[in-house]
């Protein structure tokens, strides 16, 4: 209770508390000023200073109580005829016993006055200002960002709907094929299938995915390029110390590891094999899919070539998202092969 009334007093009155401190220090300066003009100890002359400058603050405060809509302008004219008043009187009586002349003594604690409020609602005035622009600024920026993320969950959808027809009508004739010659291999695949499309069905209603679900669907995915391929390919997943509703945006993890398969694996004969390692590392989510395939650079004759589109896609949606603070790498292996390396802010 007391932290949730902290939260609610701080923003409402820490303008104010700033706006005290500063005139308390404009006033130190004006009081340091003032004495190399007029005889009088400091005491006097901060006493002066600050009965300008308080009375300014203090009608401020009073006017915004009383009429919360009342226009800037309106408010810094009010304010400063009350503080030209009430710090008038208050220097003439401290200035009294040195001033020879009531008139042009007078005329000189006006002046003071003037000087000090119109400096005071200067100052002030361009702070206001420069906080507002700051301000239209911050909204222009969060709404670009807001079309931006837009956009991307709109490229994603179209990035879905072009992969899966695809994907999909390949492996229906893969389990046709299967039929005819092994139905446990047709079955095995249509489960895989079946559990992949229940994934990808549930991610593509929501902006947010997590852990399980998105190694749910790389497990089905991978499960059935393993029946595809055989012997050519084998994979892990390690997610160890990971909790699986661990939040992160849906469909970023696969594009790797179907590159990794289509440009890694594939145009070896041998094949190879496939990791999927996700790890925290400080306040970090670190994906990582290796392989020991063909590298970034594939023999010349290989009809696979290239690491393009769906990497520059995932790379274009975690800047967005993450507004700069996820990055995404690629490197080839010493060992052979290629890892992808995905840090996202945890």
């Known amino acids: 209770m007391a932290l949730n009334i902290s939260q609610r007093i701080k923003p409402k009155h820490f303008p104010w508390i700033k706006s005290v401190l500063l005139t308390s220090l404009f006033c130190v300066l004006i009081a340091f000023t003032t004495q190399t003009v007029w005889e009088g100890g400091i005491a006097h002359h901060l006493l002066i200073s600050f009965g300008f400058g ?17 226009s800037k302008l309106l408010e810094a004219a009010t304010s400063m005829v009350f503080s030209l008043i009430v710090g008038t009187l208050n220097a003439r009586f401290w200035l009294d016993e040195y001033l020879d002349d009531s008139q042009s003594g007078m005329k000189s604690v006006v002046l003071l006055g003037i000087v000090f409020c119109t400096i ?7 702070k206001e200002q420069k906080l507002v ?27 879905q709907s072009q992969i899966e027809p695809h994907f999909l009508f390949n492996t229906l004739a893969t389990i046709s094929a299967l039929i005819e010659t092994d139905n ?26 997590t852990i399980e679900q998105e190694l749910a669907l790389i497990n089905a995915y991978l499960g059935i390029q393993k029946i595809r391929l055989g012997e050519r390919l084998t994979f892990s997943i390690n997610s160890e110390g990971i909790s699986d509703d661990q939040i992160l945006p849906p469909f970023l993890i696969q594009p790797l590891v179907e590159n990794a398969l289509t440009h890694g694996i594939e145009p070896r004969a041998v094949g190879g094999n496939v ?11 670190v994906i990582e899919v290796s392989d020991n395939g063909a590298g970034l ?44 390396t995905l840090s996202l802010p945890i």
């Open 133 to 159: 622009a700051e301000n239209a600024l911050e909204t222009a920026k969060r709404r670009q960002a807001d079309q931006d993320k837009a956009l991307v969950q709109s490229q994603l959808k179209q990035l």
């Open 54 to 70: 308080y009375s300014a603050i203090l009608s401020s405060f009073v006017i915004v109580r009383l009429f919360p809509n009342i």
């Open 297 to 340: 650079n594939p023999e010349p004759s290989s009809s696979t070539t290239g690491h393009g589109v769906g990497l520059s896609n995932i790379k274009q949606r975690i800047e967005t998202l993450f507004e700069g603070k996820a990055s995404m790498s690629i490197k080839e292996q010493s060992t052979g092969g290629v890892i992808s």
């Open 120 to 126: 005071c609602y200067y100052y002030f005035y361009t």
């Open 275 to 285: 990791s999927i390692q996700i790890t925290r590392k400080d306040s970090h989510l």
């Open 184 to 209: 446990d291999k047709a079955k095995l695949m249509l489960e895989k299938l079946t559990e992949l499309l229940r994934v990808t069905l549930k991610n593509s209603r929501n902006e947010q995915s």
